[in-house]
């Protein structure tokens, strides 16, 4: 969710209110579907730019009179301003992101705003995926995502009756997309690491205490990570996120506790059980 809250904001702040001067998508019928090339060149070219919203991990661009383009970044796509700083996802290792001839490398769309500004959506390893639709409420995938946890926080009670129902790990509902949208898996481990809460313990099993601490901690991981543009190198130092990844898996302790990795609902999960119980 921070690194496609950060991309929202950055198409936003550059291209609504504006009809692209220059659209230019790649030839690609994985990443584009069977959607032609012209539709999508037209829906970029029909008008305005109105609104870049999201869902979860979804994004959109709804224009004045053509369909809405809808977008995911799967594991490696990014979106970037071509000649303006920009973070690196683990992804993206450490190559240029133009070739020797200044082109973004695996560039999928570029919109080019009224002011010269170019905006690129790039991905190496083609899992990004870029479809047509009539709108935001309508399309399929973005309606079966339960409220955004960013945009649209849901109450305590809410969290409570869908936990008291369910015997599954507190890890796997949290990531349960239909349920709150956005929550990745990183950073469900870095809710349940400050929360002190085991990962595979059983949702109906926790008080309503506990899930107003997991909420409070999911608010201020997600406002952190979005205020500094998703970019990992200004996380918190005591950030779980520093320590789940590298090496052989990553680093044996956070401060005076060791990690343990293992496999929770089908993800691969960092925790500390000498302090999450």
């Known amino acids: 969710?921070?690194?496609?809250?950060?991309?929202?904001?950055?198409?936003?702040n550059g291209l609504v209110g504006q009809k692209p001067s220059k659209v230019e998508i790649a030839d690609d019928n994985i990443v584009f579907g069977s959607a032609p090339k012209q539709a999508y060149l037209e829906a970029f070219s029909s008008g305005?730019?109105?609104s870049v919203g999201r869902k979860g991990k979804y994004f959109w661009f709804e224009t004045e009179s053509g369909p809405t383009v809808f977008a995911h970044l799967g594991m490696a796509g990014w979106v970037r301003q071509i000649g303006a700083d920009s973070i690196r996802l683990k992804e993206h290792g450490n190559a240029p992101f133009e070739d020797e001839a200044g082109v973004p490398r695996f560039w999928k769309w570029i919109l080019t705003n009224s002011g010269g500004?170019?905006?690129?959506?790039?991905?190496?390893?083609?899992?990004s995926r870029v479809w047509l639709g009539d709108s935001p409420e309508s399309d399929p995938r973005v309606a079966a995502l339960g409220p955004d946890c960013f945009l649209d926080p849901q109450p305590l009670d809410y969290?409570?009756?869908?936990?008291?129902k369910r015997s599954i790990a507190i890890k796997t509902a949290l990531?349960?997309?239909?349920?709150?949208?956005?929550i990745g898996n990183w950073i469900a481990d870095e809710i349940l690491f400050h929360s002190d809460m085991a990962p595979a313990r059983p949702c109906k099993g926790?008080?309503?205490?506990?899930?107003?601490?997991?909420?409070?901690n999911l608010d201020s991981i997600l406002s952190t990570a979005v205020e500094v543009g998703a970019d990992s190198e200004r996380f918190p130092s005591e950030w779980m996120f520093h320590h789940r990844w590298g090496g052989a898996g990553g680093?044996?302790?956070?401060?005076?506790?060791?990690?343990?990795?293992?496999?929770?609902g089908g993800r691969t999960t960092a925790w500390c059980p000498e302090k999450q119980k």
């Open 159 to 164: 969290w409570l009756a869908h936990f008291k």
């Open 117 to 127: 500004d170019r905006f690129v959506m790039t991905d190496g390893r083609r899992f």
């Open 48 to 50: 305005a730019i109105v």
């Open 1 to 12: 969710l921070p690194e496609v809250e950060t991309v929202r904001r950055l198409l936003a």
């Open 206 to 216: 926790l008080s309503s205490e506990e899930v107003d601490r997991l909420l409070k």
């Open 251 to 264: 680093a044996d302790r956070i401060g005076p506790y060791a990690i343990l990795r293992e496999d929770i």
């Open 175 to 182: 990531m349960q997309q239909q349920f709150v949208s956005g």
